[in-house]
């Protein structure tokens, strides 16, 4: 019987793939921890009264953000590293081809918008705010060397994608978005 338990962790370090052990709280383990939450969040998303084409797009992502994880978790130089698939820069291409395709069929935005509406698009609105924190845990690595940029591109591009789905997971539903109405100063 394979157990789900290793007890390898148990003194607050992890393996990373390829090799080598690091603390818990190490850089690299906080941003594919965050890939991880998102992906989880695009689950919940996924479990609401979402059509078809948009279920299906989640589903993708969540593929693609497999891939991210574990190019995060494996340091760059690595045998391992040539061995797990790669970050495309054709998957931010075709999220920029969704905004644009999902954009005609939004009104265009007059006010700033606050995440609420349908269960579905408040999901998306909060994994919207869990892939930025995701991007700001990956720009460290990035700085360093230690993570292909198009990581952070592809991070950066999705929250937008995530902001549009949940306007177009409003519009699908006929509710509307949640307009901030600033207090006169």
């Not at 993708?60 to 820069?89: E, N, Y």
């Not at 269960?119 to 230690?146: I, K, Q």
């Not at 509307?176 to 109405?181: F, G, L, N, R, Y």
């Amino acid at each position: 019987m394979t157990r789900i338990y290793t007890k390898t962790g148990d003194a607050g370090e992890t393996g990373l793939f390829g090799g080598g052990r690091v603390p818990k709280d190490d850089a690299r383990v906080d941003a594919y921890g965050e890939v991880d939450e998102l992906n989880a969040c695009l689950g919940m998303a996924r479990s609401m009264e979402l059509d078809r084409e948009l279920d299906a797009l989640l589903q993708r992502l969540q593929d693609q953000l497999f891939t991210v994880g574990s190019v995060l978790a494996t340091p760059m130089g690595t045998k391992a590293a040539d061995h797990i698939p790669r970050v495309k820069p054709l998957w931010v291409e075709e999220m920029e081809k969704a905004m644009d395709a999902f954009d005609a069929e939004l009104a265009p935005m007059t006010h700033f918008i606050l995440p609420g509406g349908t269960r579905a698009a408040s999901a998306l609105h909060v994994a919207r705010t869990v892939c930025r924190r995701a991007e700001r845990r990956v720009v460290p690595l990035m700085r360093a060397g230690d993570v292909d940029a198009l990581v952070a591109i592809y991070l950066n591009r999705l929250s937008d994608l995530l902001f549009t789905l949940a306007r177009v997971a409003n519009e699908r539903a006929g509710v509307a978005d949640v307009k901030w109405i600033a207090e006169k100063p």
